[in-house]
């Protein structure tokens, strides 16, 4: 299955409002999938998190959380303040920020401090970069100062895993207006998206895994159904275990 922009945010909307799910259980359980494929690539150094202000940040925090639970090295470096997150970001936030993770909030970083943030020069070497910043949502070039995190971390030339989509790529065209993250492998969540079928997006993605957020199926075919045919969501016609409606 392919979602587009719409019809990804579609899943979300209906799996809150429709189906009562908690939107911290959603990023909970999009954060963990993605550290489990993390931990399934091997991590022989520290793992920098790169968070934006929004939900995809929240999923770095989680990621974060379940990197430093397997005895990973986590830093957690924030391209915001605190105050300016979404609420289950901040709420997951605040959760990383009683443990023992290094959080460090760099809203007006330059680029010398956000190099230096990536490549520490007196601590272990790091093995990965969590890109974090932006998810499907995003459109339109990179504005300041998250493109400078992007130009920085492709410059850093470590292995990036990008949640959702690499940052600064347009979840539907593919196209990328102005910087975007180059990552290694991108974890995308509940389907593929068109970007990964497009280029330069197949390219800028790296290997794509698409992640179980715990979405029920009949969200899923449901909004399938409406972006082929673009009619309303009809929830009284779920599909039986054979595939097919009932």
């Not at 998810?135 to 990179?142: K, Y």
């Not at 995190?149 to 940052?167: G, H």
């Not at 065209?173 to 492998?185: D, I, K, L, M, R």
């Amino acid at each position: 299955m392919i979602l587009d922009c719409e019809h990804s945010r579609m899943v979300d909307q209906i799996a809150v409002r429709e189906f009562g799910m908690s939107g911290l259980v959603l990023m909970e359980n999009a954060g963990r999938g993605c550290a489990q494929h993390l931990l399934s690539l091997g991590i022989d150094g520290v793992v920098v998190v790169c968070c934006g202000s929004g939900n995809n940040g929240g999923d770095g925090f989680v990621i974060a959380r379940h990197l430093a639970n397997a005895g990973v090295k986590v830093r957690v470096m924030l391209a915001a303040k605190p105050t300016e997150l979404s609420p289950d970001a901040r709420a997951n936030y605040e959760i990383l920020a009683k443990t023992a993770t290094r959080i460090e909030s760099l809203p007006s970083a330059s680029s010398d401090e956000i190099r230096r943030h990536l490549m520490p020069e007196s601590e272990d070497k790091v093995a990965w970069i969590v890109d974090a910043l932006l998810g499907t949502g995003a459109s339109g070039p990179v504005r300041p100062p998250l493109d400078e995190w992007i130009r920085q971390m492709n410059l850093s030339k470590i292995k990036t895993l990008a949640v959702d989509i690499p940052s600064g790529l347009d979840c539907d065209t593919g196209q990328a207006e102005g910087v975007c993250v180059e990552a290694s492998q991108t974890c995308t969540l509940v389907s593929l998206k068109p970007c990964f079928l497009l280029e330069p997006g197949r390219n800028l993605a790296g290997k794509v895994s698409v992640i179980d957020i715990g979405v029920p199926k009949e969200i899923k075919f449901a909004v399938e159904q409406h972006q082929i045919s673009g009619g309303a969501i009809d929830f009284a016609c779920w599909p039986s275990e054979n595939g097919g409606s009932e």
